[in-house]
């Protein structure tokens, strides 16, 4: 199981971005995956989650109506659409997945528990500075 982020880059507060996650050695009709991000000298947080098991998206309260989580099954690309970017955004995004799967997942416990997923993409950085 491997995954790959990519998109990040400098905007302009008000600024959108749109984050991909490639994703190889698992299906995305079956997925706890989720996004994660990173400032320095904090903790992660988890961002936007998604799981096939209660088909919900979880956001956390600090991009709820900005950021978007989507997949494509046929690319296995997990999208995270950034709009109306903020400088307090800036941080590394991570995608993340549970692994191996067994059972059922709650998206919002995917991302209010970072630790509980087993395999992490390499970062990419996203700053917002004017």
């Known amino acids: 199981v491997q995954l790959q982020a990519s998109g990040g880059g400098l905007v302009q507060p008000g600024g959108s971005l749109r984050l991909s996650c490639a994703t190889s050695?698992?299906?995305?009709?079956?997925?706890?995956i989720g996004w994660f991000r990173q400032a320095p000298g904090k903790v992660p947080e988890g961002v936007a989650c998604?799981?096939?098991?209660?088909?919900?998206?979880y956001y956390a309260d600090s991009v709820k109506g900005r950021f978007t989580i989507s997949r494509d099954e046929a690319r296995k690309t997990v999208y995270l659409q950034l709009n109306k970017l903020k400088p307090e955004d800036t941080a590394v995004y991570y995608c993340?997945?549970?692994?191996?799967?067994?059972?059922?997942?709650?998206?919002?416990?995917?991302?209010?528990?970072?630790?509980?997923?087993?395999?992490w993409g390499e970062g990419t950085l996203v700053t917002v500075s004017s």
């Open positions: 993340a997945t549970r692994w191996p799967l067994r059972g059922s997942y709650r998206s919002r416990d995917l991302c209010e528990f970072p630790t509980s997923m087993a395999v």
């Open positions: 050695g698992f299906r995305l009709d079956y997925f706890a």
């Open positions: 998604i799981s096939s098991s209660d088909g919900l998206d």
